[in-house]
């Protein structure tokens, strides 16, 4: 398995402000994901992350509004810029690990809730 | 692109009884992993059950089961002997033979189940 922290657990900001979330990983890891979960809804992939390169972002989400920084093979942190009340979700890191043979079993970090006013 | 399908918002089961959830997805691949994950209120995600689809056996993990229909493209859990500890929200996730790439979770959009006395 794969021990992960985040922090901050959670957060209450101010639109216009920006946040940065931080998530470690028990030992190295290749790829690193942030995941964002509004609230009842389902867990979006916002960018993977490899350690040494720029992050690789999905349709919707873009690095001046989701900056991603990979320093090392176990940490890596997104910054939620410019917030607004639109972006209260959880935000949830995770890590690929070998399970076995030829399957990458992905583990989750316990998630960031962030509320904006 | 693939997507996941969850069409029980909601789903209730007596403890010690047996409940099944629903999962459809669509995809072209022939090869991918499906996935069962528990969200309990904690936030942390937990990995239930994966099954490959090319394997025609279900996967079983103790109380858990599901029942992979590939034609119809449907996954679906299985719990048996249902306890308290098993309410939560759970999400069937979708992603793609590994490659030598990391590739995203994909997920439905989750069902909540409650566990009654």
């Known amino acids: 398995s794969a021990v992960i922290s985040q922090k901050p657990s959670r957060d209450i900001c101010q639109r216009g402000t920006s946040l940065t979330i931080q998530c470690q990983v028990d030992?190295?890891?290749?790829?690193m994901f942030w995941y964002r979960q509004q609230p009842g809804q389902s867990l979006t992939l916002i960018a993977t992350?490899?350690?040494?390169?720029?992050?690789?972002?999905e349709s919707g989400f873009v690095i001046d509004k989701f900056p991603i920084s990979r320093p090392n093979l176990t940490f890596s942190t997104l910054t939620v810029s410019n917030m607004s009340p639109e972006d209260s979700s959880i935000y949830l890191c995770?890590?690929?690990?070998?399970?076995?043979?030829?399957?990458?079993?992905?583990?989750f970090g316990p998630g960031t809730r962030l509320t904006v006013l | 692109a693939q997507t996941v399908t969850q069409s029980q918002p909601e789903m209730s089961v007596q403890e010690a009884e047996t409940v099944t959830l629903s999962c459809t997805y669509d995809?072209?691949?022939?090869?991918?992993?499906l996935f069962w994950y528990k969200q309990p209120p904690s936030r942390q995600m937990i990995l239930v059950i994966r099954?490959?689809?090319?394997?025609?056996q279900n996967a079983t993990e103790n109380r858990f089961s599901v029942n992979f229909q590939k034609a119809a493209k449907s996954f679906s859990l299985k719990i048996s002997d249902s306890q308290l500890g098993d309410a939560a929200m759970y999400f069937c996730?979708?992603?793609?033979?590994?490659?030598?790439?990391?590739?995203?979770?994909?997920f439905g959009t989750g069902t909540r189940l409650q566990v009654t006395l």
């Open positions: 995770s890590v690929e690990r070998t399970s076995g043979g030829f399957y990458n079993e992905q583990f």
């Open positions: 992350a490899n350690q040494g390169s720029e992050a690789t972002y």
């Open positions: 996730a979708y992603k793609t033979i590994n490659t030598g790439t990391a590739s995203k979770l994909t």
């Open positions: 030992s190295q890891v290749t790829m």
């Open positions: 099954q490959e689809a090319y394997k025609q």
């Open positions: 995809t072209s691949e022939s090869d991918y992993y």
